[in-house]
């Protein structure tokens, strides 16, 4: 479901190494989503979103740094992402306030992941690529 695809390489190979991870964590959590008889699946999709957010703030960490070391100059433009992203992500990984049952837990999980994934191959798309040509 998410993955990883040849179109969103910028050729810079940490950056890249760190898109596939979140990719990876995303289809974990997806994988453990969609499947109905796991114990504490909850807790196991709480600590993978947990994951996914810290490893995007490293990641944009990371990024900003090299874009830094560049002197690349849409690096403001990026930062304003990064960090509009960052509070959502802040804001949609707040899992325990959601209430409910099992269905509408299944759907807030499914629209973060897909909300998450939209916004991470739209940006990778559209600006992180742009990093690796000049
Ligand atoms: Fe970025
Ligand atoms: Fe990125």
Redesign the pocket.
């Known amino acids: 479901m998410y993955e990883m695809k040849d179109e969103y390489l910028t050729g810079i190979p940490e950056?890249d190494r760190e898109h596939t991870r979140l990719f990876e964590i995303a289809e974990e959590t997806y994988q453990i989503a969609k499947q109905e008889f796991i114990p504490d699946k909850y807790d196991q999709i709480q600590t993978l979103l947990e994951e996914l957010k810290e490893y995007t703030f490293l990641?944009?960490e990371h990024?900003?740094e090299y874009m830094e070391s560049i002197h690349y100059k849409k690096l403001y433009t990026?930062k304003i992402?990064?960090e509009g992203f960052r509070r959502k992500l802040e804001e949609l990984t707040r899992l325990d306030s959601i209430e409910g049952d099992q269905e509408d837990q299944d759907k807030v999980i499914d629209d973060i992941l897909k909300f998450l994934t939209d916004w991470l191959v739209s940006?990778?798309l559209h600006?992180?690529k742009l990093?690796g040509k000049l």
Do not use: G, M, R, S
Request: no cysteine.
């Open positions: 950056i990641h944009f990024e900003e990026q992402q990064h940006h990778i600006n992180d990093i």
